[in-house]
């Protein structure tokens, strides 16, 4: 729930990096405003897998790359998914992730489970506490990564147990790209 003008600065800054920038998306009426701040790339939560009003209004709008997280899907949800979207299946790429802190349910197997099943590329989302794992992650190949990042401040989050604090970001991707 940031101002909007926050958008556009980001979308700005990165731009200017030569960075991409991406929205998490749950709501079709805000991509118009994301059109507007010149997003590069849009995600999709799992509990919206198979929001077809989402996933339609995307497709009508955007040529543009799309995310889904199968975080809290099975392959029942991945199935229908997949075949909702089986003409335009290049704009997509599915995020395989646990929504569990703990390294016993990161299962990273299934990366290249998803690809051989559905002919797609599978990236892989961080929730696991222990980063080394994003480290693991590549020796399965995964298309993209997505991981948390946050400030050097003290106060807390939801998210902070897996994510990359800003201090440490720069030597994170470094040895990310040398792995």
């Known amino acids: 729930q940031l101002p909007k ?27 118009t405003f994301c059109k507007q701040i010149g997003v590069d790339f ?7 897998i198979n929001n ?24 029942n949800e991945i199935n229908k998914f997949v075949r ?20 016993d349910f990161v299962n990273l197997k299934a990366i ?7 002919k797609m590329p599978i990236a892989f989302g961080n929730h696991c506490e222990n980063l080394n794992v994003i ?4 020796g399965f190949e995964p298309s993209d990564i997505f991981f948390y990042v946050k400030d050097n401040k003290t106060k807390k989050h939801q998210d902070d147990i897996y994510a990359v604090s800003l201090h440490d ?3 994170f991707i470094k040895n990310l790209k040398k792995l």
């Open 112 to 118: 290249p489970f998803l690809k051989e099943k559905y």
């Open 42 to 48: 849009y995600k999709i939560l799992s509990p919206d």
């Open 5 to 31: 003008e926050f958008y556009f600065r980001a979308a700005k800054k990165l731009k200017k990096n030569k960075l991409k920038f991406g929205i998490t998306l749950a709501d079709p009426e805000k991509i």
């Open 135 to 138: 480290y693991v992650s590549l």
């Open 84 to 103: 909702f979207v089986k003409n335009r299946k290049k704009q997509f790429t599915l995020i395989h992730t646990q929504l569990r802190p703990n390294l």
């Open 169 to 171: 970001l720069s030597k």
């Open 52 to 75: 077809k009003e989402l996933i339609t209004e995307l497709l009508k709008s955007t040529n543009k790359k799309i995310f889904v997280s199968t975080g809290l899907s099975d392959l």
